[in-house]
């Protein structure tokens, strides 16, 4: 598993290779539900159990609507690494430069409106690995080399 996100302690998330891992906890491993994705995951987040996201390897993303998971394409190749659900209309997904130099290509920062996925501009390079916001209009993302930036979407 690489990442996880709770709505409460009997519901949450877990991605990883693979398989996402959802559903009420009633006792520990024997009440999660597993469901397989096409694509290996690396982050999970969300702003409320109707309302969760995950993204990971060739840019894919998805939602889950509260009763069904369904795939939001992102216009990217990119190797997703991490997710940052504020509500249904901000969201953001950072990662890997597209292609293979993963150390000077343009760092993937998206962002999605409630509509589709837009790339923004992060204004560096290298991998991105961990991004938040608090109010939707700013976003803080961390990458290799002890990067920090700031953004806004556009």
Known sequence: MRG???????????????????????????????????????????????????????????HFDGAAWTARPTGTTALLRGVEVLDATHVWAVGNPEGADTANGPSTLLFFDGTSWARQSPGTTGVLFGVSTVDGSRVWAVGDRGKIILGTPR
């Open 4 to 62: 996880i996100w709770a709505a409460s302690f009997q519901r949450f998330w877990a991605a990883g290779d693979a398989i996402v891992l959802g559903g009420l906890v009633t006792g520990g491993p024997d009440g999660w539900t597993a469901r397989l994705t096409p694509e290996a995951m690396e982050a999970v987040d969300g702003s409320d159990v109707g309302n969760v996201w995950m993204v990971g390897n060739e840019g894919s993303a998805y």
